[in-house]
């Protein structure tokens, strides 16, 4: 046996006796963990290592409450360190496209999609090579700026009616931080529209082996519907996912300009997502105080009708989505039921990579909602349970905001 090996071999830790890896979730604060390991030369292609091994080892974690799945191993590189390291020479040859075909291509499509549009304020936000703006400017669009860390570094004046990033979050160091940044330069009555790959429907199965987790190219943040919802709820903006059309999805306030709102049309149909969460200090009888765990607020419910008064909606699908951290015994969310102005609909457990999970629901309502209750089995004492000296009693934990 090679000797340096086998030194290795014989100082690695008893199984079990390392603890667990942990990081602090960028976007809910969530416990993130190990996830997977790629090596720094991982690209996106077919063949990911046919530059070969760089010997660098890069782990990424995943929120088990958010999902969002990132590296933190370039998070104190700067603008100087990313462009020496990964925008170099050499980033044509793990991303061909980036310097022509695929910003024509984008402004191809935005160009039809966006029709009434040509004369709002649009930023093209992570420009890259600027490509993007010529072309819709070529194609009738009057008034398309960029902006980008490090082609385009000096961020532009006054707020825009769409701002449009495209392939560009999964470039982001701090996505949140960002995201937030990005909203303060929007108009009221505009819009966010953000061209992403999420996360496929079986990437426990295949983790690292997705093909968009690639650090050769940037990519260090990763991201679900999920992700993109509780981001739009800190920002104060509507997610919406469009199906027919994979990897477009809007943010905006409640009021969207009639000819932005017509151009997202285009897009597909639309699905609006709604997050309930514990009310964090409202004491009316459903639920106990507010509590912590790695950093998440919840309230465990106090009875077994858990009701959310909303503005009236109508929009087509919509997904009810209520996330929870703990149950007070296992199968105590799966009996639980939804109800839309007092009329109940299917509902199912969606259950995360640890601790808690979601109960959700797709409707198409032909009403307006303005009433979501959550009808849940009867609440149990810890002590009639197990013991415990803790006579309230429980059902979920639902989350909450602090």
């Not at 997904?319 to 109800?339: H, N, R, W, Y």
């Not at 995360?352 to 009403?367: M, N």
């Amino acid at each position: 046996m090679n000797e340096e090996i086998r030194n290795k071999l014989s100082n690695l830790p008893v199984l079990g006796s390392v603890p667990l890896i942990y990081k602090k979730c960028k976007i809910c604060g969530g416990e993130s963990r190990l996830f997977d390991v790629v090596d720094f030369n991982k690209f996106c292609s077919p063949d990911p290592y046919a530059y070969g091994m760089s010997g660098i080892s890069v782990p990424y974690y995943r929120c088990g409450f958010c999902d969002f799945t990132f590296t933190d191993m370039i998070d104190d590189w700067t603008i100087d360190d990313i462009s020496c390291y990964i925008y170099n020479r050499d980033y044509i040859k793990v991303d061909p496209e980036y310097a022509g075909p695929r910003p024509v291509r984008t402004a191809e499509f935005m160009s039809h999609a966006l029709v009434g549009c040509e004369d709002l304020r649009i930023l093209d936000y992570g420009s890259g090579s600027g490509i993007f703006s010529g072309e819709m400017e070529r194609l009738g669009f009057r008034f398309v700026e960029n902006y980008d860390p490090f082609s385009s570094p000096y961020r532009p004046a006054g707020l825009f009616d769409i701002i449009i990033l495209s392939e560009v979050m999964e470039h982001v160091q701090n996505p949140l931080e960002t995201f937030l940044s990005i909203k303060e330069m929007l108009n009221d009555g505009g819009a966010i529209i953000i061209g992403q790959n999420l996360q496929p429907d079986n990437i426990l199965e295949i983790r690292g082996n997705w093909w968009y987790i690639a650090p050769r190219n940037g990519h260090i943040s990763t991201y679900s519907q999920t992700t993109f919802s509780i981001m739009a709820h800190k920002a104060g903006l509507i997610f919406m996912d469009y199906k027919c059309n994979s990897g477009n999805y809007s943010f905006s306030r409640a009021c969207v300009r009639d000819e932005i709102a017509n151009a997202l049309k285009s897009f597909g149909s639309p699905v609006r997502i709604v997050r309930l969460r514990a009310d964090a200090f409202s004491d009316c009888g459903q639920y106990h105080g507010l509590e912590s765990s790695d950093g998440k607020g919840f309230r465990w419910t106090a009875r077994s009708e858990i009701s959310w008064s909303l503005d009236p909606f109508t929009s087509g699908r919509t997904l009810i989505d209520i996330p929870f951290l703990m149950e007070i015994e296992s199968g105590f969310a799966e009996k639980c039921t939804v109800q839309l102005n007092g009329q109940a609909i299917a509902a199912k457990v969606r259950s995360t990579s640890l601790s808690g999970g979601s109960i959700v629901a797709a409707i198409e309502p032909s009403e307006r909602i303005c009433n979501i209750s959550l009808i849940t089995p009867a609440p149990i004492s810890p002590r009639s349970k197990c013991g415990t000296p803790d006579d309230r009693l429980l059902g979920l934990a639902i989350v909450a905001d602090m």
